[in-house]
């Protein structure tokens, strides 16, 4: 890989200017992390970046498959491309990420993307500089199809988006093949990095003052199970909340099937843990979970939560939601209602179910028509508001930590940021407090948010 990247950045040597690199992410925080990888090559191989792709010699599109329309983006925003690319012939087109993990994709760029130079997958981080390199010198296409692989790229240098706000994956893949999902096909079976390598990028992130640490995993709760059975997540948790400095600890997804005491306990007692935990339970009714293959039911959930309210009464949760998995009856999603209900979660993020080829779902013929799946999101979406305007009135007069991350909405002078439990909260302060934790007295609440003044 290293002669690669010398080889392209001795050819960009010779440009006038330095070239520009473009590389636009769509789906989860870890195709994000990917992004940032391959930001990290590009800079390696003297690359600058530009966010406009027009001006750009070379553009990445690092797509998502988990959902239809993400997939529609991604090929009308490819479609724009064109028109850029017949300006400067030299635009290097780049598609990478999930989608491209998919034969029938591939075959889509194939036909009617003609100008899209190289298409590679979610595991080819060690091959991209050669694949620039080749194109570079006269290769037509290059189309990658090796699968998502077993490998874990370590020691990738990455060009982060944040100076305070750091993701680290742990994992990467995903065994769990629940029946709607299309993650395990492009990314591959659960591979854990090893406790060493995610403790030690930790430390470096702390020297650098990243103040939130992000631990990413398709399901955090599996990790270890590959490794030589010594270490589990709780553990790890402990081992990153023992790393010197003032920082906190986030962490995304858990799946419920493998969540239990030991996680709460850990997350209880990591002082650098929120008590907070995103927990998806994609339905409430036990028969549309198991068409989903879940693998819990809706009491094995409800005891994990009143675990962790037995312990912390104010523990905090937020879910993912799946409606209208084929044949999902007006029955079956009022148990999905009263989960939402009983659970009280502080926020859902809510998504209608889009049929994946390949996945086991796809198969099944769905009775129910897609505007009754709207209406039952706007059911929930309703419900829930009320849920978490009604929460979130508890926390008036209370003083949270949080950190501050952005201007608000108000413009200058104004913050928003998120507290331990993940909430947002928003309040009057100056611009260079951004990235540092803050303590705010909660001064009420609002849709999905909560409003502050700075504790000085
Ligand atoms: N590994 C994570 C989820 C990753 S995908 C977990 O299990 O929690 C993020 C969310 O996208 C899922 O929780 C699910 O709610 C949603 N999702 C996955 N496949 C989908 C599909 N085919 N249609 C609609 N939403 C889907
Ligand atoms: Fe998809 Fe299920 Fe794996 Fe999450 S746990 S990535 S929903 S298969
Ligand atoms: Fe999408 Fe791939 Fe993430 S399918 S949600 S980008 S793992």
Redesign the pocket.
């Known amino acids: 890989m290293n002669s690669y990247i010398e080889k392209v950045k001795a050819m960009n040597k010779n440009c006038e200017a330095p070239p520009l690199a473009h590389v636009h992410n769509y789906g989860c925080q870890l195709n994000v992390t990917d992004g940032e990888k391959l930001k990290g090559l590009l800079l390696r191989m003297g690359y600058g970046f530009t966010e406009i792709p027009e001006e750009a010699d070379i553009v990445i599109f690092n797509t998502c498959a988990?959902r239809e329309n993400a997939e529609e983006r991604v090929f009308g925003n490819l479609g724009f491309l064109k028109q850029y690319k017949e300006k400067n012939k030299e635009m290097i087109i780049c598609v990478s990420g999930c989608m491209t993990e998919q034969s029938s994709v591939v075959e889509k760029i194939k036909a009617s993307y003609k100008y899209v130079d190289i298409v590679f997958g979610t595991n080819a981080f060690e091959k991209f500089p050669q694949f620039v390199y080749e194109i570079k010198n006269g290769r037509k296409h290059l189309y990658d199809n090796s699968g998502p692989g077993s490998t874990i790229p370590e020691g990738i240098d990455q060009v982060r988006s944040s100076s305070f706000k750091a993701s680290v994956p742990i994992m990467y893949g995903?065994?769990?093949?629940?029946t709607?999902?299309?993650?395990?096909y492009v990314?591959g079976r659960e591979r854990s990095r090893a406790p060493e390598d995610v403790v030690a990028e930790v430390k470096e992130l702390v020297s650098q003052g990243y103040k939130e640490i992000m631990l990413l995993g398709?399901?955090v709760n599996s990790y270890g199970n590959d490794l030589d059975g010594s270490i589990d997540f709780p553990e790890l948790l402990r081992m990153i909340n023992a790393v010197d400095g003032e920082f906190i600890i986030r962490f995304m997804?858990s799946?419920p099937k493998d969540a239990g005491k030991k996680l709460i306990d850990a997350i209880i007692d990591c002082e650098k843990v929120g008590n907070f935990l995103h927990l998806?339970v994609?339905s409430g009714n036990d028969a549309v979970l198991e068409r989903?293959?879940?693998r819990y039911t809706s009491e094995q959930y409800l005891g994990i939560i009143n675990y962790a309210r037995s312990k912390d009464k104010d523990f905090t949760f937020s879910s993912?939601i799946l409606i209208g998995f084929p044949n999902e009856t007006e029955e079956e999603f009022a148990d999905t209602l009263r989960i939402v209900e009983k659970v009280r979660y502080s926020n859902i993020y809510s998504f209608i179910y889009s049929k994946r080829e390949g996945t086991r779902a796809a198969r099944i013929e769905d009775a129910v028509s897609y505007e009754e799946k709207q209406k039952r999101m706007q059911r929930l979406l309703e419900l829930q508001r009320n849920i978490t305007t009604e929460d979130y009135k508890k926390y008036t007069g209370r003083t949270l930590t949080v950190l501050a991350e952005a201007v608000g909405k108000g413009g200058e002078g104004t913050l928003t940021g998120k507290s331990s439990e993940f909430i947002i909260v928003n309040f009057a302060g100056d611009s260079s407090l951004i990235g540092q934790f803050v303590k705010v007295k909660i001064t009420g609440a609002r849709n999905w948010a909560v409003d502050g003044e700075l504790v000085r």
Not at 174 to 178: A, M
Not at 180 to 184: A, H, S
Request: charged share 15%.
């Open positions: 988990v995903c065994n769990n093949f629940c709607y999902c299309i993650v395990p990314r398709q399901n997804s799946h998806p994609q989903m293959n879940r993912d």
